[in-house]
T-cell receptor, first 114, second 115 residues
Framework: GAGVSQSPSNKVTEKGKDVELRCDPI?????LYWYRQSLGQGLEFLIY????????KSGLPSDRFSAERTGGSVSTLTIQRTQQEDSAVYLC????????????FGNGTRLTVT | QKEVEQNSGPLSVPEGAIASLNCTYS??????FFWYRQYSGKSPELIMF????GDKEDGRFTAQLNKASQYVSLLIRDSQPSDSATYLC???????????????FGQGTILTVHP
């Protein structure tokens, strides 16, 4: 596709349920990132993929959060036993990789935990 | 100390004026510097990037980098109401000796351009 695609665009879930967020990066982009943005806040780094491996998972806030990437393309961010503090916009971005490559963001998934 | 710091604003300028947005960073080894614009309810979009000391101009936008002072700025000339948004400064540093550049964002500066 032309840009980074994320689904769903909105997700409302009950506390304690598991959710899966999907990201389809720009074709040919080897690097993929997940960020989280709470209302009125900056972007919080979660995890980075280079190909299918995740050399930097340092931003995952707890062991309830996990992510995988398959085929060097689609990535899934899973949040288990959701809590209200997980409510935020989850942004995926991709790039060609390397330090000078800008990130291109998807439209995000707005997660609301009730 | 935050890794990337920006004045949260809001910064209010009249239409046609120059808006000056500033950013400082703590990692002296930082290599690449990006400015993103984020409209309310939307995702960030890239405006400019700069890697070398000095100025880089693109249309109404000029990015300025001073690595010795660990300072990067964005100037918007002839500001328009459509420029009203949050501007995010992002800095890439090598993480753990790898070739991967982790992009760290500032909190953003809210810019309002009033007619």
């Amino acid at each position: 596709g032309a840009g980074v695609s994320q689904s769903p665009s909105n997700k409302v879930t009950e506390k304690g349920k598991d959710v899966e967020l999907r990201c389809d990066p720009i074709s040919g982009h080897t690097a993929l990132y997940w960020y989280r943005q709470s209302l009125g806040q900056g972007l919080e780094f979660l995890i980075y993929f280079q190909g299918n491996s995740a050399p930097d998972k340092s931003g995952l806030p707890s062991d309830r959060f996990s992510a995988e990437r398959t085929g060097g393309s689609v990535s899934t961010l899973t949040i288990q036993r959701t809590q209200q503090e997980d409510s935020a916009v989850y942004l995926c971005a991709s790039s060609l990789g390397g330090t000078n490559s800008p990130l291109h963001f998807g439209n995000g998934t707005r997660l609301t935990v009730t | 100390q935050k890794e990337v710091e920006q004045n949260s604003g809001p910064l209010s300028v009249p239409e046609g004026a120059i808006a000056s947005l500033n950013c400082t960073y703590s990692d002296r080894g930082s290599q690449s510097f990006f400015w993103y614009r984020q409209y309310s309810g939307k995702s960030p979009e890239l405006i400019m990037f700069i890697y070398s000391n000095g100025d880089k101009e693109d249309g109404r936008f000029t990015a300025q980098l001073n690595k010795a002072s660990q300072y990067v700025s964005l100037l918007i000339r002839d500001s328009q109401p459509s420029d009203s948004a949050t501007y995010l400064c992002a800095v890439t540093s090598l993480a753990g000796g790898t070739s991967y550049g982790k992009l760290t964002f500032g909190q953003g500066t809210i810019l309002t351009v009033h007619p």
